[in-house]
T-cell receptor, first 113, second 113 residues
Framework: GENVEQHPSTLSVQEGDSAVIKCTYSDSASNYFPWYKQELGKGPQLIID?????GEKKDQRIAVTLNKTAKHFSLHITETQPEDSAVYFC????????????FGGGTRLMVKP | EPEVTQTPSHQVTQMGQEVILRCVPISNHLYFYWYRQILGQKVEFLVSFYNNEISEKSEIFDDQFSVERPDGSNFTLKIRSTKLEDSAMYFC???????????FGEGSRLTVL
């Protein structure tokens, strides 16, 4: 089955700096790659996703890149703010009916003011 | 904004007892899911449910687990005879279509003593 690895497990940045979180996946059939943000005491919330027919997607300060050949994808957050502090999860799935996601281990991002 | 709601937020039970975790998915969604996260580990897929039947399930979802949509609004996860290793945060999620964004609830923390 699919295996998703995520690095780093913790990341501390200064406010205004950029943060990059990287994930690799094992199943070349995976074609949907969402990123979730989980704040303390809440469930994961989708922040951006990318499908395998594109290499990059951007939404304001957040961007995701996908390299299908190398089987890795990354989350980029620019101009970080303290409210970006949370745990971020990458995931992968073969996007058929059911959307069974395989998650990475999570990255705890701390943005220091 | 519509959201997925889960009850209870925390349940403590004795090993061997039956537990039912409840979820109210977003009202016009058609696909329902349970995921779990053991403390310090990855979020793991348990089961997906569509059209009143299980569409996919993982190896974790053995005979001790069952799901039901008893009344058209609730979606429940039952663990028949809990084990210590069932202690985890259980997340319910729903999506409007099989290939769409998953909306997660805030989770139900299960502690088995």
């Amino acid at each position: 089955g699919e295996n998703v690895e995520q690095h780093p497990s913790t990341l501390s940045v200064q406010e205004g700096d950029s943060a990059v979180i990287k994930c690799t996946y094992s199943d070349s059939a995976s074609n949907y790659f969402p990123w979730y943000k989980q704040e303390l005491g809440k469930g994961p919330q989708l922040i951006i996703d990318i499908r395998s027919n594109v290499g990059e997607k951007k939404d304001q300060r957040i961007a995701v890149t996908l390299n299908k050949t190398a089987k890795h994808f990354s989350l980029h957050i620019t101009e970080t703010q303290p409210e970006d502090s949370a745990v971020y999860f990458c995931a992968a799935s073969i996007n058929n009916a059911g959307n069974m996601l395989t998650f990475g281990g999570g990255t705890r991002l701390m943005v220091k003011p | 904004e519509p959201e997925v709601t889960q009850t209870p937020s925390h349940q403590v039970t004795q090993m061997g007892q039956e537990v039912i975790l409840r979820c109210v998915p977003i009202s016009n969604h058609l696909y329902f899911y349970w995921y779990r996260q053991i403390l310090g580990q990855k979020v793991e897929f348990l089961v997906s449910f569509y059209n009143n039947e299980i569409s996919e399930k993982s190896e974790i979802f053995d005979d001790q687990f069952s799901v039901e949509r008893p009344d058209g609004s609730n979606f429940t996860l039952k663990i028949r005879s809990t084990k210590l290793e069932d202690s985890a945060m259980y997340f319910c999620a729903s999506s409007p279509v099989g290939a769409g964004e998953l909306f997660f609830g805030e989770g139900s923390r299960l502690t088995v003593l």
